[in-house]
């Protein structure tokens, strides 16, 4: 399952980071293009809704074999689109095919985790932030290098899409073994409707999910920005709070397995969360912007973990099979990646960005206080 999640995040991270050859070559406005933007997020919320009863239906299996083909399709389409129509028309399917290749691989994830009886969803999110990195590097050496967007973007779909035929046949079929007791169980705890995936307990973990998106769009999205405006770093350093968030983020993810099953995945989850917290303290409560920095590192080391194991933890509801449940989970980080950014900006307008983050410090906290279903 590692490999789908490297497949997945190097095609859309390859999309992100040409993202602004993407708009000089279509000479797209800031409006368009943001609104492309959100096409792009809506179709993808969207595709989650479904994805859930026909994963259900026809296995995470299939759907990922389809996905995997169509999305390096498109990623080359982009690159070739002959206007700016095309482009808008492209990507808004690309986020739809990713938001189903999202929650189908969460939930094969989820079930092989269940059928191994050990905890396998860190190391996979591991290979989704160790895509992120590869591509960034890669994209910076060709754009050094001379290679135009077109002949990198259609010989990176080709040879994804080669890597995701070949990979194909080779994912596991589910048993259907931890559906079917999911599906009997619906309704007989109380915990959801039958087979609707909507229950207090989900809701719960929904917003613990929603909250710890919130956190990252936080550090992604500012945590730059503010050392640069409000610490008066250089914008190098400035831009290494992103690296070290996401490097901390990746060598939690390397271990977080092996932790798991030495101490558990609650215990874990509230560890993990107080590093988090303290991280995010120092980084933005420090006058040193190379402390800041390390402050990152650390934020991102006990964040790792967090998302991973929220998606275990629904794995674990009843009340409907799990596809269903962790569509509806992906709904709701979704929400908080492109909800946190834009709140953080308008809230920081009205009190100022240092006193905004600092309001952040305690999230994580609150997160790890969120009941939680036995590991």
């Known amino acids: 399952m590692t490999a789908v999640f490297f497949l997945n995040g190097l095609?859309?991270?390859t999309y992100i980071v040409r993202a602004p050859s993407i708009k000089d070559a279509h000479q797209l406005s800031d409006g368009r293009f943001g609104f492309t933007g959100l096409l792009f997020?809506?179709?993808a919320l969207a595709c989650m809704q479904f994805v859930g009863p026909l994963t259900a239906r026809v296995g995470a299996r299939a759907v990922l074999r389809v996905?995997?083909?169509v999305m390096p399709l498109l990623l080359a389409g982009i690159a070739v689109a002959p206007g700016p129509w095309w482009f808008?028309?492209?990507a808004t399917l690309l986020g739809a095919v990713h938001g189903t290749t999202d929650a189908a691989m969460n939930t094969s994830a989820v079930a092989v985790e269940r059928r191994a009886g050990r905890p396998v969803l860190n190391g996979c999110h591991a290979a989704w932030s160790i895509s992120a990195v590869v591509a960034a590097l890669s994209t910076a050496a060709l754009a050094h290098a001379g290679v135009s967007l077109a002949a990198h973007l259609v010989t990176a779909?080709?040879?994804l899409l080669a890597a995701g035929l070949a990979l194909g046949p080779r994912l596991?079929?589910?048993?259907?073994r931890g559906e079917a007791e999911a599906g009997d169980a619906a309704g007989q705890d109380g915990t959801a409707g039958p087979r609707t995936g909507w229950s207090g307990a989900l809701i719960v973990l929904g917003l613990t999910a929603t909250a710890i998106m919130v956190y990252e769009g936080a550090v992604l999205g500012w945590g730059g920005i503010f050392l640069h405006q409000e610490r008066h770093a250089g914008l190098s350093l400035a831009a290494a709070a992103i690296t070290a968030y996401t490097g901390g983020q990746t060598a939690g993810r390397l271990v977080g397995d092996r932790l798991t099953g030495r101490w558990g995945g609650n215990a874990l989850f509230r560890l993990g969360a107080a590093i988090a917290a303290g991280g995010f303290a120092a980084a933005v409560l420090t006058p040193h912007p190379a402390v800041a920095v390390a402050g990152f590192a650390l934020a991102g080391?006990?964040?790792s973990v967090l998302i991973p194991l929220t998606f275990s933890a629904v794995g674990r509801l009843r009340g409907a099979p799990a596809a269903t449940l962790i569509s509806r989970l992906t709904t709701f980080t979704y929400t908080g990646i492109l909800l946190g950014p834009?709140?953080?900006g308008w809230v920081a307008d009205q009190v100022g960005l240092a006193v905004t983050m600092a309001a952040l410090i305690p999230l994580p906290l609150v997160v790890a206080l969120a009941p939680r279903p036995p590991a």
């Open 301 to 303: 080391l006990g964040a």
């Open 67 to 69: 996905t995997l083909a």
């Open 172 to 176: 596991v079929p589910e048993n259907g």
């Open 41 to 43: 997020a809506g179709a």
């Open 157 to 159: 779909g080709a040879l």
């Open 11 to 13: 095609t859309l991270s």
């Open 342 to 344: 834009a709140l953080i």
């Open 88 to 90: 808008t028309a492209l």
